[in-house]
């Protein structure tokens, strides 16, 4: 059980280590948009995975779970388009928020371990 959630843990560090926090210039890098997707993708599968598994992520991230399956589609749109507008931005910063509070869940969730 401390394994996976260690592994969640990890992936949501090495997605938040991919992010700007001050600022949301690089979405306009189709490229990079796309790769964000992706780690995105994989931490929102880790995460199902692991509250499928484990009461303790079950119970801290269920929420922000959605938030990450609707930035990956709004990171998908972005790497095809290109395009940031001010909603995007807003969603954006919010979603960071919204990252730093799942890893606090899941630092939580680990000190009980």
């Known amino acids: 059980m401390k394994e996976m959630i260690e592994s969640i843990h990890?992936?949501?560090d090495a997605l938040i280590a991919k992010i700007d926090p001050l600022s949301?210039?690089?979405l306009q890098d189709r490229d990079y948009a796309v790769q964000?997707?992706?780690c995105v993708t994989r931490s929102y599968v880790m995460l199902n995975d692991g509250m499928n598994s484990e009461p303790e992520v079950c119970c801290a991230c269920a929420i922000e779970r959605d938030t990450l399956r609707e930035a990956m589609e709004w990171l998908e749109v972005i790497g095809q388009t290109g395009e940031v507008d001010e909603e995007t931005e807003h969603f954006y910063f919010e979603f960071i928020?919204?990252?730093?509070t799942i890893r606090r869940h899941i630092a939580t969730a680990l000190s009980r371990l």
Do not use: H, I, N, S
Not at 97 to 100: I, K
């Open 10 to 12: 990890r992936q949501f």
């Open 97 to 100: 928020a919204t990252l730093g």
């Open 36 to 38: 964000l997707a992706d």
């Open 24 to 26: 949301a210039e690089m």
